[in-house]
């Protein structure tokens, strides 16, 4: 493949992920819109986002095992066209309970498209110091999803309404699908669970279900569908999480970090959302402003972070962004009731955090993983961070909806701290992670 179509094909599978990003932040600022036409609690918001996120986090791991079984090109254009079609099924849902099906949906198709992006961008950088640019300028083109998403959702809702947040899927799906090319590489032959899948979506439902309601009976039920899962990957013969993956050195302590760096990240904009719209009564588009500090830094720094993970490893930036994510998370806390510049420094310190986080997780667990399983070893990860990104959700959610906005930031905080803790004690053998 040329050079021109190299870089083709990475703006089209980097576009991909803008679109599953952009979906779910340019829908948070439409949130307050949708209860008003559609109706429902705070609980029914945290639905329409999680319906998303539940899904998404379920399937990474047969989404990434399919990109390996059947080839990475061809699972990632029928998520993509899958993603475009059911989006503008979504800007015609009648009722909140049919916009929460479809969520679901996308989350399905969202999970076709990361994993494999994530392949076929191994296969097109097979060097690792190259390898690590390419995923900083992934990481870089889609960091700009979260810095237009919430301006863009303001926009559109304040122009239009709030089916118009889901119509900007179409045209975005059709563009990714039209760059990215190239010839389809043999597939592994390796099989596919579908009870194991099943299981893990019911389990993330539960365990959302037992957060936002306070449900017991679903907090049980998770614990007894986790320990089938549990059971039943032990004696497949295709099992989602490969052992040969999960007994890699250092790759628990990168999936719990990425786990916490989404629990933050989405939580965070959840509660803020929330806290500026219902709190302070700022429009769609103020909000989306007001986001600025936290997503702009997405957009540029990974370039930075890149650059450092093919220098010296991927230890260090993730360490420095869990530290920042603690901080910011700890600023916000203490400055629910501030003026806005205050709160402003929590949001920059969470978005340089995560710039320096995301694109360093990434770059280690890919470039770690054996031959043919990048595309599993991707859509593990990043069904981890979902995992983080849908508890995360649920938990602040909670908290937020009893009027404590600051406890909600203090268990952010904990939460990143936690993760900072873990990924300092790793062994300093394990920080260049192969590259």
Known sequence: MTTTATRGSLLGVSL????????????????????????????????????YTVSFAAFLLGGGALADRFGPLR????????????????????????LVVLRVLLGVAGAACLPSSLALISRLHPDPAARAKALGAWAA????????????????????????????????AA??????RGRETAPTGRGFDVRSQLAAC?????????????????????????????????????????????RSRGVAVNLFAGAAVNFVLSGALFAVTLLLQDERHLTPVETGL???????????????????????????????GLTLLTAGAAVLAATVHAPYPLLA?????????????????????????????????GGLLNAVRQVGATVGVAAMGAVVA????????VLAAAVAASGQLLSFCQRNSNSRAHL
């Open 141 to 172: 083109i889609t960091g700009v999803a979260l810095a237009a998403g919430p301006i863009a959702g303001g926009l559109l809702v304040d122009l239009a309404d709030w089916r118009a947040v889901f119509l900007v899927n179409v045209p975005l």
């Open 402 to 409: 009893t009027g404590a906005f600051g406890w909600a930031f």
């Open 202 to 246: 019911v389990f993330l439902g539960l365990l959302t279900e037992a957060i936002v309601d306070a449900q017991p009976l679903a907090a049980v039920l998770a614990l007894l569908v986790l320990a089938f899962f549990v059971h039943r990957e032990r004696r497949s013969a295709a099992p989602s999480v490969p052992p040969v993956l999960v």
């Open 175 to 180: 563009l990714g699908l039209a760059l990215t």
């Open 16 to 51: 991909a992920y803008f679109l599953v990003l952009l979906d779910t932040t340019v829908l948070t600022v439409a949130l307050p819109g949708i209860r008003a036409d559609l109706g429902g609690s705070v609980a029914g918001q945290q639905w329409v986002v999680n319906g």
């Open 290 to 320: 007001a986001f600025l500090p936290l997503t702009l830094p997405t957009a540029f720094n990974p370039l930075l972070t890149s650059r450092i993970v093919a220098a010296r490893g991927p230890r260090l930036p993730v360490v420095a």
């Open 345 to 377: 420094c929590g949001l920059l310190l969470l978005g340089l955090g995560v710039s320096l986080a995301l694109p360093a997780l990434v770059t280690g667990v890919v470039t770690a993983a054996p031959d043919g399983y990048a595309g599993t070893a």
């Open 75 to 98: 699972v990632f254009r029928c998520g993509v066209a899958s993603f475009g079609v059911l989006s503008l099924v979504s800007a015609f849902a009648p009722n909140l309970t049919v």
